[in-house]
């Protein structure tokens, strides 16, 4: 748990002192956010002001988003925090912590989180360091910084998305497969392994005389040092850093133990396998990170933008919004933008899992990444290059590597608690038969606390499991399932009430006006009225009015109030319109008729200059695969519950047809925040939200999992939610579950494994009952076998989708 102090001010420029009651209410909000302990004030004194602070996980939570859930709840943000997110060259496991350690001493950096799979986050003041520092400090790590990119903690632009700048300093940019790079070399092994063979075979079938005392030893030192160097250099940099005992200190002491006892032989042989086992270790995250890679081969290099009346090939970096860009059949979508020409099929699988073509027309959505099968076209960009869907999907899949699962966390620490009590176990098997064992033999009890060390090297687990964690977000991320960390793949797996949003969630949000009842003479008047005053809103029944109605382009609106949960309000030349549900115009003390109030179909009733004139009926139509996704998740017995802003009678119509547990119209949005809080007091319960709207951002961030739909959710609930849905398919919740449940599944096999195979042979070797050897299968052995596992998580749902898919058309997906 971490904690950070931010100046009242800064949150409150407005608010006078600590005993505004604005203060007391950003309290209670940011409390109940995940990955948030504790928020409390840390009063004003003669030489500090007002602070408030924050308990919170850096691998739930980040400065990033504490600061956006700050101004959600009301507080205005300020450029103070930056957030880095630097790729480098492969780490270890074991190194993680160190170089965390040696990151978090800098000055001004706020939270540190190194992944093994090469991707470091750093949250910074940046009023005291910037990210040319924290490269150097990263590169001083020794580590290659391949890409690095800022991201400012303001959120002055729209929709909160974050614009972000390469961070000076970065070495390699480019997005090619290799990026995995910082592997070992296979030839020291391959030096040594020839040298180990030659060795073993002089001494046990040629047996020349020359082949004795120190040309023996001189030959098996030389096959030592190609791969025993580069371990004990490693041993010795993580030492200077504070990290006493590491795999690395522990297999160069095994080793030159052996060599001390004249097991020449044996000692190569451990350090040999041992490099091998890191070759494979290295080649199963180089995998993982290469599948990531793969999905930045759909990042187009160029985009072809309208310049005086012709197109020029330009980087898409460079690209404004509201340019024209042109796209041609075959060619990927450079940037967001918004359909010109009439229609064009698109191949949208990168972006969503979905191998279904999708008929995009005119005036539509389109985005990067997303392929054009059909015809020339043309879009106007309605995004720049680092705020489209498809650059904020990469930030998600990349920073989810660095949010580490509690399980992860355990091993983690374990870890390093395990590491020296077994070095001191060693110890004592070396010394301590001295005072009980007859004929004792120093060499004799030294080899087997040797065996003792090589056995107890954790690599099977602090590998393997962070490994299982990633292939479960890219087994997630190939269905269009983005998990924001191994934390929510974890806590996923526990979710036992589902609470879900109605219209865009279980229902398309794709409304169509059915009928249009008049109370007055002059039908077209209020109809047109209420149209010009819809046009100012993007909710989804708004626009199903204007499509249905049209918008006369003399008639102007001003004025416009928005009422949450209610409806609009405005002038619409020079008269006062109300359009919203029978709530809205009662609040403004307007008779509807009781015939009205007697239907059960969503609705938007108009008023105008205080007199009801009509409505018009809307209807929704409920997802295809909705039906399946609650079945489904009461094959689970998880528990289903519907939350809606819509009529009672609506909500409890589809409820009854999806066979949804519970249901609740007629709510606001601070209604649904009250019933997810009664519902995660039930004790035991562990509550998923999923939604997709602006208004459902608070109960996101209230619920133990947030769930939104990507693919039309609003950018307020995709950066709230802990996992999207790309595909916006109700049926990829189960499949969500499913997937943190195989991952689990999986990494405590791993747990349970190397920890059954480890006792066993330390037993045995304590016991002299076993040789370096079996030393070596411990070890080495179970490792390999534990990443393997690990990687057959991806393997897993493959299959599943390639038996799906024999019954049609293949699927074109990115696979991780």
Request: aromatic share 8%; with cysteine.
């Amino acid at each position: 748990m971490e904690k950070i102090k931010i100046n009242l001010h800064l949150l409150l420029p407005e608010v006078p002192d600590e005993r505004d009651a604005c203060v007391a209410r950003i309290i209670f909000i940011m409390e109940h956010h995940k990955g948030i302990d504790k928020a409390h004030l840390v009063p004003a004194n003669d030489g500090q002001d007002a602070q408030l602070c924050f308990h919170y996980n850096p691998d739930e939570i980040t400065l990033q988003q504490i600061q956006r859930f700050a101004q959600n709840a009301g507080a205005a943000i300020t450029g103070k925090y930056g957030h880095l997110t630097v790729e480098v060259a492969y780490t270890r496991e074991l190194e993680d912590k160190a170089i965390e350690d040696q990151l978090r001493k800098q000055a001004g950096v706020a939270g540190a989180v190194v992944s093994s799979t090469g991707n470091i986050r750093l949250e910074f003041d940046r009023k005291q360091t910037d990210s040319k520092q924290l490269l150097a400090a990263i590169r001083k790590q020794g580590l290659k910084v391949l890409k690095g990119e800022e991201k400012h903690h303001d959120h002055t632009h729209e929709h909160g998305a974050d614009h972000d700048h390469e961070a000076e300093g970065g070495e390699d940019h480019d997005h090619g497969h290799d990026h995995g790079g910082g592997g070992e070399p296979v030839w020291p092994a391959i030096v040594s392994f020839g040298m180990l063979v030659l060795g073993i075979a002089a001494d046990n079938f040629w047996q020349p005389a020359f082949f004795t005392g120190i040309v023996r030893f001189a030959w098996y030192a030389l096959a030592y040092l190609p791969v025993g160097f580069p371990v004990a250099l490693r041993g010795v940099k993580l030492l200077l850093k504070g990290d006493l005992f590491t795999e690395f200190v522990l297999m160069t002491i095994a080793t030159l133990g052996a060599f001390y006892i004249g097991e020449y032989p044996e000692g190569v042989a451990v350090m040999l396998f041992y490099t091998v086992g890191e070759l494979f270790q290295d080649a199963a995250v180089n995998r993982a990170k290469r599948s990531i890679k793969a999905l930045l081969d759909i990042r187009p290099d160029t985009a072809a933008v309208l310049v005086n009346g012709s197109f020029k090939e330009v980087p898409p970096a460079q690209v404004e919004i509201g340019s024209t860009i042109q796209v041609k059949a075959g060619e990927k979508v450079p940037l967001d933008g918004l359909m010109l020409s009439e229609s064009s099929t698109f191949n949208t699988a990168a972006l969503t899992g979905e191998s279904k073509p999708a008929t995009i027309r005119k005036g539509e959505a389109v985005l990067a990444g997303m392929i054009n099968q059909q015809q020339v076209i043309t879009l106007e960009v309605t995004k720049r290059f680092n705020d489209s869907s498809l650059a904020r999907i990469l930030t998600m899949v990349q920073e989810a590597t660095t949010r580490k699962a509690k399980t992860e966390q355990f091993i983690r620490k374990f870890a390093r608690i395990y590491t020296p009590i077994v070095v001191l176990l060693a110890v004592l098997i070396a010394l301590l038969p001295y005072f009980f064992v007859e004929n004792y033999r120093f060499n004799d009890w030294l080899y087997r606390a040797l065996i003792f060390l090589v056995i107890s090297c954790p690599c099977a687990l602090v590998i393997s499991i962070p490994l299982g964690y990633f292939g479960g977000i890219g087994a997630a991320s190939s269905k269009g399932i983005l998990f924001k960390g191994s934390n929510y793949l974890d806590l996923i797996t526990k979710v036992n009430n589902v609470i879900m949003d109605k219209t865009g969630t279980l229902t398309k949000g794709v409304f169509k006006v059915q009928t249009v009842e008049h109370a007055t003479s002059d039908k077209t008047e209020w109809l047109s009225l209420a149209a010009t005053l819809e046009a100012q809103s993007t909710h989804p029944i708004a626009k199903a009015v204007v499509e249905y109605v049209g918008v006369n382009s003399a008639d102007k609106a001003t004025n416009i109030e928005e009422i949450s949960g209610h409806g609009l309000k405005g002038n619409v030349n020079g008269k006062m319109v109300l359009a919203g549900n029978i709530k809205l115009l009662e609040q403004q003390g307007i008779k509807v008729p009781d015939a009205v109030r007697q239907v059960t179909d969503t609705m938007v009733a108009v008023a105008v200059e205080n007199n009801y004139t009509g409505y018009l009926s809307i209807a929704d139509e409920i997802k295809e695969d909705s039906k399946e996704a609650i079945e489904q998740l009461h094959k689970l017995n998880i528990r289903t519950t519907m939350l809606s802003g819509d009529k009672q009678s609506v909500v409890d119509k589809v409820s009854s047809s999806l066979n949804i547990d519970n249901a609740y119209g007629n709510l606001l949005p601070e209604d649904k925040v009250k019933k997810v809080e009664d519902v995660k007091k039930v004790p035991g319960a562990v509550v998923a939200f999923v939604g997709d709207g602006i208004n459902d951002a608070p109960v996101l961030a209230l619920s133990d999992v947030g769930i939104a739909m990507g693919g039309l959710g609003s950018d307020a609930a995709i950066e709230t939610a802990d996992v999207v849905i790309q595909t916006d398919q109700p049926s990829r919740i189960v499949t969500a579950i499913n997937i943190g449940k195989a991952t689990r599944r999986v990494v405590w096999q791993n747990i349970v494994f190397a920890f059954g195979v480890k006792a066993i042979v330390l037993v045995l070797g304590a016991g002299g009952l076993a040789t370096m050897w079996e030393a070596v299968f411990a070890d080495v052995g179970v490792a390999l076998l534990a990443i393997v596992n690990a990687v057959r998580i991806q393997r897993m749902f493959h299959a599943n989708v390639s038996r799906r898919d024999a019954k049609g058309a293949k699927r074109h997906k990115i696979f991780f």
